[in-house]
Structure formats: C-alpha cells, structure tokens
C-alpha cells in the first residue's frame, strides 16, 4: 500500500477540543441527510461510514431540543424524550467504533420552524410575520419563555451526552433562534435581551454557559455561529458584530464552528458561484481572537488547500460537509497516499436539493449515498462477480463510466465503447458552460479509476451498431447512450407541444453545443427549469448576444431553488441584462413572429421571430435498444444474455440519476431479486412518553 506523503502529516495530528480529543483534523460538520428522527439506522450507518472514511469528528443533523422546533415535512433530528437518546445511541455507536468524536448540532429554529407537525406556535426575538411565505406569524418570546428555551436546551445537552455525544451544540447559524437574538434585523426587544449587542449577546452567553453546566466535563461545547448573515452593513458582519461577539465570547465554548449564514445557500453555495475555500475572507479573523479551536468549510476537496488552511493558521480543522458526502473515504485515501482517488465534490448541490425536497441525500458522484442502510452499498466496497462474463457498455456518459467503473471494480470483464473521441457525453458540454468546470470531475475522477483497471476496455471512436454487438458477444450489453433534447417545444407543460416552423431554424442545446452559429438576438424558450437555459443565456450574453429568456414559469431556472441557487442564477442574469418573460408558454414559432400564452389568463402576444433556442423535453436515444430488440430472437446465438438500457438512455435526468442507475445496474448485475436489499425503517417501539 502507498504511504501518505509527509506533506500531509499535519492533516493527521489530533486535537484537543476542551475535554475530548479528535484523533485528527478531518472535521465533517453538521449536515442534513434528509432522514432524520424517523430513519436512525440510515443515520447511523451513513454516519459510520463517513467515521471508518478516517473524519475524526462527525457530526449529526439539526437536533431539535423541543416540539417548539420543528421541520416537518424536512428530516430533522429530535431530542425530546428517552426513545429520541436510545435511538441516537445507535448513532453515537456507530461513530465511536472507528474511534471518531460523535458531534450533535442541537437546535431551535425560533421563527425559521413553522411547526406544521406539532402546530406549537412559532417563537422569536421579537413579534413578526414568518420568515416565509406563510399565514402564521411568530411569536414574540416574553421572560418566562426565555428561561423555559434555556431548559429546553439543558435538558437535550443532558440527553446528548446520555445517548453518548462528545460535542454539543449551541448553534447559533443559518438564521435560527440563538442567531435571531444576536441579529439586529429580528431582535428588536427593549428589554435586556435587545438593544445594545451585549444585550443581544447574553441570550447566546447563556446557552453556552447552561450547556457546560448540563454536560459537565464529559463533552466539550462547540458554537456555531454564522460571523455574516450576508445582509449587508444593518446585520451581523464579519467586520462589524461578528467579530465583536466572538471577541466577547472567545474563551467560552471550546471550539468554534464559523461559517456565513442568512440562509443555507450563502454557506453551501454552489461551484457556479463560488470556489473551493470561498468563506476564508469572512472567518479568517476568528482564530485571531480566541485560543480555541476553529473550524469552517469551504468544499475542501485538495489536499494541498487543507495543508495551506492549517498552516496559514485560518482554521485548526478541515471543515467539510459536501466533500464527505461525495467521498466518505476523503482522509483516509489520503492518509494511504491515494489521494488521487479521491472522489472530489463538484459543488453541484444535488445534496441540498434531497433535503430541500425532503428525501434521504442523493449525492451525483457518490451513488452510495443515502443508501448505505437501505440498499446495504458500502462505498468502498462491492461484492465480487457473479460469473466470469463480458460486460459491453455502450456510451461514457456518466451513466456508462460509472457502469463500468462498478463493474470492474466487481471484476468483470468490462468493453466501454464510445462514439466520439472525447469521454464524459452530456459533461462534455455541459461543463463547459459558465461556472460548471468542476461537474467534468465526475468525468475525470471516473477515466482515472478505469484507467487503473487491466480488465476495463475503453474503445473511441466506436459509433456501435446492432451488428456490432453480435460480433462482439458479449454475455451483457448496458445502452447508456444518453438522451437529446426535443425540438417540438415540449416541456413540463407537456401536450400540445408547441406549432414550430422548421424554416424558423430554432435550436437545442444539441445543436448549440454541435457548433451551430447564433444570428442576432436570442430567444430561449425554457420549460425544463433546471440549469441549462440560464447557463446558456449566460453562454450567449457573454459572447455578445442581447437575451430574453421565456418560461412558463414565475422564476428564472426555478427547480434550482431545490440547489439553493436560485436567487444567485436569477441575480446574475439580471446583473448582465437578460430580459425575462414569466407565465408565458409558447404556441407557435414562425413564420415571422414567436406567439407566447400567458400560463393564467390564457392571453396571448406576439415577439420577434429571432433565434430561438428550445430548452424544453428530452427524448431517450433509444434507436440502438430498438434495433436490438427487434432482432431478439438472434441474441442467444450470439450468447447475450441481457440488454438493459441506464441512465438518460432509460428515462433523461440529472446527472445524479444517470451515476445512480449506472451504479446500480453493475451492483446488481447477475444478483438475484431475493439477494437485492431494499430496506425501510419502522418506528423502534415506543418507551412511556415524557411531558414535554
Ligand atoms: P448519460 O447521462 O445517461 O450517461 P450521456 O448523454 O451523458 O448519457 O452520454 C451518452 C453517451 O453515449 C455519449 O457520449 C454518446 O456519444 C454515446 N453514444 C450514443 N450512442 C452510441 C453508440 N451507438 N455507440 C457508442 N456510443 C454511443
Ligand atoms: Fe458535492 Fe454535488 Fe455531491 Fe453535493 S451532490 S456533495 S455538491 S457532488
């Protein structure tokens, strides 16, 4: 086995936290997995995976301390009563058998928990309307609930430390409770918890002060606090109160967790909008005024980043909570000297869209993710073939390089043909659009891993027929042969597809990425809703093209809310002069005129028939599978036994799902039905309830 390269010895020193001691830098900070209270066996095995990867603390979810607080229909934790602590032992355990630190984020959302389970009203600093587009307003917290608050989080403390945490919480990020206190702009009391930012300040000195108490010297106490809410010079920044109140506070937990908050997709922005390390100019200050231990993120992916962070002295650990998702084995693969096979983060957010969707995490390069329990995949390992067949897939496109990789790390036999000279289908172009470099990771990290295997077969250049294949022979053909855009107009507002004049020459994003030449002005007709048409009007704006972008929508890319992106697409486009046109769906293209149909009032108005690009539906390239079925009755001759078509070729997706049915195809792959694990957790039975 390789050794790790001293350069990266300090990454591998442990550090002191108060009374616990991480075995070494890897810190994987709180994270949602979207499974929350009602899944802790699929907690507890994903988070014993990340422990086994080699991250010397690991951390849970957002822990609730009371019914006050909740995130229905989102996964969240809960420690209300003894079933919550039995059921996070489970966790604990699971962490402390790979000699790691088990870390719970406790929480009170305040006015960000609108309580649709528990219906208990919403508390806050101060009496307001929601912080959402809700009927229910929040309530403005008197004394009597303040002390009450400061047990609810004593009594958890108590709970975490039973259920066998060694860090707990006082979370004071991402806008909730603790941090509204803190905020100017929602804590308007006059009392001694508002006005002056010492006032705003005691409520979070409390806490700090309360949880010590409630764990003794068994647990450290950490604070995560967000040093900018990223609301401008009103608020919290990190050259202004931020850094006074951890100036106030620098001796008092022992560990600083620091980040950038107003809401979740200011701290996990986005490659498309941010680089690896984005947060150091906010949190950097930190580990100048306290001589605790700090740790923040930054999507750290590089070795080399994570040594310079230590040694430029801006934190003590390597905060991560993407890149243990898309590489649970991230330290140890270092730690081995394969630092090369690291599985790096593409920073595409697909993990923030699960838990925004309320489902269990999904992650586009890791396809183990979320299913560590449920479906029994280990990420570093797969069980071997079943048989000494040949494996053709067709097309390395996500769907087919994962397939392959899969396959060939069980063993078998593996001929990946692909009809053009470059590896990566849809990434090839799509990572080249503005911002998206870092999705060509899930290409490279896969051509990397195949290259490494002797019984992997990679053929370019090799367009493959029906023919093809019976001479080739395999025992198992796989069509990952992608997917390409419609040119009928239709979208998510499915039929009738629009009236489209072929002479009009309107385009796809197949053709523009085949080099067709855009004349004048540019119309895109977006009724997908995920990245492509804004990354595409950025693609045209840039090379000097006047946009207007149209979608049957309210919101420009509006699926991408899902990503926490958003607001930065729809600021960013507006920034370089793209007009929108929303509600509007497209009725007919040509001849001299674009006729667009307002998605309310059924009205209807004409634009100039300029070049129109068609960002809608997307058809599987099914020719291939077609021909061969219908020469079914020739495959046993030629000893094929199976074609089965994955990823966009089966139904068109995100590139996470093209990973995932790549993935799963080669784990199943000559396994039979019965041996395949699709588990679902059933409430653990209940104890006697507590009053709350
Ligand atoms: P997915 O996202 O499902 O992986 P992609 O569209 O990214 O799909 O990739 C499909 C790949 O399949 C492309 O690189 C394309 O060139 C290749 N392909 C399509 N048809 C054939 C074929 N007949 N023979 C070989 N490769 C093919
Ligand atoms: Fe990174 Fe995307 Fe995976 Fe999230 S889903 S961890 S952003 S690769």
Redesign the pocket.
Known sequence: MAQRNPRYDVLFEPVPIGPVTAPNRFYQTPHATGMGYAKPKASATLRGIKAEGGWGVVCTEYCSIHPSSEDAPYGFLTLWDEEDVRALAVTTDAIHAHGSLAGIELWHGGMHAINKLMREPALAPSESSSHFVQPQQVRAMDKQDIAQFRQWQINAARRAERAGFDIVYVYAGHGYLPFQFLSPLTNQRSDEYGGSLENRVRLLREMIEDTREAVGDTCAVAVRLAVDEMHGPGGITSDGEGREIVEMLAELPDLWDVNLAGDLGYDSRSSRFSPEGYQEDYVSFVKSVTSKPVVSVGRFTSPDTMVSQIKRGVQDFIGAARPSIADPFLPRKINEGREDEVRECIGCNICRASNNEGVPLRCTQNPTMGEEWRRGWHPEIIVPQSSEAKVLV???????LEASLALGRRGYQVML????REL????VHEAALPGLGNWMRVRDHRVHMLEKLAHVEIFRE???TPDDMFDVAPDHVAL????SWRRDGAGTLSAPAAEIDPALGALTPNDVFAGAELSGDVTIYDDEHYFMAGALAEKFVLAGHKVTLVTPHTLVSAWTEMTNEQIFIQQKLSGLGVEFIFSHALIKAGPGKLVWRCTYSGQEFETAANQLVLVTGRSP?RA?HDALEARGGEWADAGIKSVAC????LVPST?AD?VHR?HRYARELEVPASNRMVRRERPIPELEAEVL
């Open positions: 067709v097309g390395a496109g996500p769907a087919g043909a692909e009809a053009g990566g289908g849809r990434l090799s367009a493959l990952a042969t992608g997917s390239n291939l994955i990823g966009d070729c590139i093209a790549g």
